[in-house]
């Protein structure tokens, strides 16, 4: 098998650590994969590098590539999400502020946070997010719509920079990706009140993205990267691989980041604010279990609806979540996937067994905070 | 020809900022100006209203201005950004898929305009088909709407298209208005009846 170079676009968040994963444990190099992980300085620019073939996948957080297939944000490319990086693994916090008006709301009571910020007064809500075509954006949209009162200003703030712009005073609250609302409470400038699973329990954060037409042309490539992936994203979420895997991510030059800063993510003891004891937060950030990296279309037609496609956007949308490549290329390598490509999202209160290529699997809870279900099935809605 | 052109450039150095300012001026762009400061980029973009904005790709903070310049219509604006190294294909590639350029990396000065330029002419073919675009799309409804009201003056008054046709133009050239907004009075009056 000879060797296949791929130049591989990220982020340094903690959720690309499939990707690093992959690299450093060899399961690339298994796959006769020579993986270069590029980081990239902006999602703009990660996009762009994609979209012109300077990169031939990338770590992207999963809006875009369904924003770009119904032709909206930024370039007009063809991007598929060849599967899932991660699920969850993103926070909601408040400047200390904010925060002094919210004493008795606990960690992750999604409605008396609401009613604790809408009692604030008239002022909108300065809201920081990493990018306009984000699961943040969207998370964030669908949980203030429950309050009418609540006024909410959007601002992009690129993660590595969100903690300064809570101490300065730029933005009230923000929405981010460990470990940037860590290293915020770390600062002492911020107080984390809830975690994005709060809002969605199981909300499709990063893809693994790749150019539709360079996937039809490089099947084989396709093939070995996700497989790679997949089996990185199987060893991050074994229990016992977690302290190995903070060291690893905690060691390696893509991230640059200290290992106490990449633990709370992966292990989900998550400190809310500066001193105060962890709380654990079930299912914080998933790689794999659960399906977790399964591209189920019912999320690409979720996020195009939130994103305002109409009914031929979101069909549109369902196409560029390649559950058909999942099945072909990763069943013979023992990974079990459900039987079908799609579900009522929102619809699972509780570990739910449903029919999989093995015979049956335990997909996670998937409700979402305010008991909504959306079912994309129906051609026309 | 480019004197009307306004470009914003966005770069938190200040040494290399004057650089390139000099290089925009010399090139013959005297519309222009810096930005040392991300705080003030909203207002900054909704004030100065520029068509080109110049920021270096390795800069986080692009992510807030595309967040900007969606905000604030991208089509009107070159979302005219990037690139820097020395990779021709790549820089042609952008240019062709609608980015623009900015090629200060090593102060490479001397390729600021032809790559502008470029960017430039780019923007404007751009600008001319979304305007042609849009001119369809209106010569389309228009067509329906006219449509419409001779449907309505065919059933009302018994008339056949042609007579319905020269009605509308008469009473057009009459109330010296266009033959497009008798129609659509004529169908938001039936509208209103109906």
């Known amino acids: 098998m000879s060797e296949v170079v791929l130049n591989c676009g990220y982020v340094p968040l903690v959720d690309c650590a499939p990707l690093v994963i992959a690299k450093e444990l060899g399961f690339a190099a298994e796959q006769g994969l020579a993986l270069n992980l590029l980081r990239q300085p902006s999602w703009s620019a990660l996009r762009d590098m994609l979209a012109l073939g300077h990169l031939d996948a990338a770590h992207m957080l999963s809006p875009m590539p369904v924003a770009m297939s119904i032709g909206m944000g930024g370039l007009p490319a063809r991007v598929d999400a060849l599967m899932v990086l991660s699920v969850n693994g993103t926070v909601f916090g408040v400047s200390n502020a904010v925060a002094s008006a919210l004493e008795n709301v606990r960690f992750g009571d999604t409605t008396a946070l609401l009613s604790g910020l809408s009692a604030r007064g008239a002022k909108p809500l300065r809201v920081g997010i990493p990018f306009h075509y984000s699961m943040h954006r969207l998370l964030l949209s669908y949980w203030a719509a429950q309050a009418p009162d609540l006024q909410i200003e959007e601002v992009t703030v690129p993660p590595m920079r969100m903690a300064d712009a809570v101490s300065d005073g730029f933005v009230d609250a923000f929405w981010v990706g460990e470990p940037w609302g860590g290293v915020a409470v770390q600062n002492n400038v911020a107080k984390l009140m809830m975690a994005g699973r709060d809002v969605w329990q199981f909300a499709p954060e990063k893809v693994l993205a790749a150019r539709h037409e360079w996937a039809t042309q490089n099947e084989d490539s396709v093939r070995r990267l996700m497989r790679a992936v997949y089996q990185a994203s199987a060893w991050l979420d074994a229990p016992g691989n977690k302290p190995l895997a903070v060291e690893i991510l905690g060691r390696s030059e893509h991230l640059s980041m200290s290992p106490d800063l990449i633990d709370p993510a992966l292990t989900g003891h998550i400190v809310p604010r500066t001193g105060a004891s962890p709380v654990t937060v079930d299912r914080f950030l998933q790689f794999h279990s659960h399906a977790a990296s399964f591209p189920w279309r019912s999320q690409a037609a979720w996020i195009a609806h939130h994103l305002g496609a109409d009914a031929a956007g979101i069909e549109k949308a369902k196409t560029c979540f390649r559950a058909d490549l999942f099945r072909q290329n990763l069943s013979d390598i023992g990974a079990d996937m459900p039987q079908s490509s799609e579900k009522t999202e929102g619809a699972m209160m509780f570990p739910t067994s449903v029919a999989s290529a093995r015979g049956e699997m335990i997909l996670s809870p998937d409700a979402f905070f305010d008991g909504r279900t959306f079912d994309f099935t129906a051609a026309v809605r | ?194």
Request: cysteine-free; hydrophobic content about 45%; aromatic content about 4%.
């Open chain 2, 1 to 194: 020809m480019n004197a009307d052109l306004r470009i914003l450039v966005v770069e938190p150095n200040p040494e290399r900022v004057r650089d390139i300012v000099d290089a925009l001026r010399e090139a013959g762009w005297s519309d222009v100006k810096a930005l040392l400061q991300m705080s003030e980029l909203n207002q900054t973009v909704r004030e100065f209203s520029p068509d080109i904005v110049l920021i270096d790709l390795t800069n986080p903070d692009r992510d807030t201005l595309e967040h900007i310049s969606h905000a604030t219509e991208t089509t009107k604006r070159a979302v005219a950004l990037f690139v820097d190294q020395t990779d021709e294909n790549l820089t042609q590639a952008a240019l062709n898929a609608g980015v623009s350029a900015y090629v200060v990396d090593g102060l490479q000065m001397d390729r600021i305009k032809p790559v502008l330029q470029t960017a430039i002419a780019r923007f404007k073919m751009m600008r001319q088909f979304h305007f042609e675009l849009n001119a369809a799309k209106q010569a389309l409804e228009d067509r329906k709407t006219i449509d419409r009201a001779k449907g309505i003056l065919m059933r009302q008054r018994g008339m056949s298209e042609d007579d319905a046709y020269k009605l509308l133009r008469t009473t057009a050239m009459r109330q010296n208005r266009k033959v497009i907004d008798v129609a659509q009075a004529l169908v938001t009056a039936a509208d209103l009846l109906s």
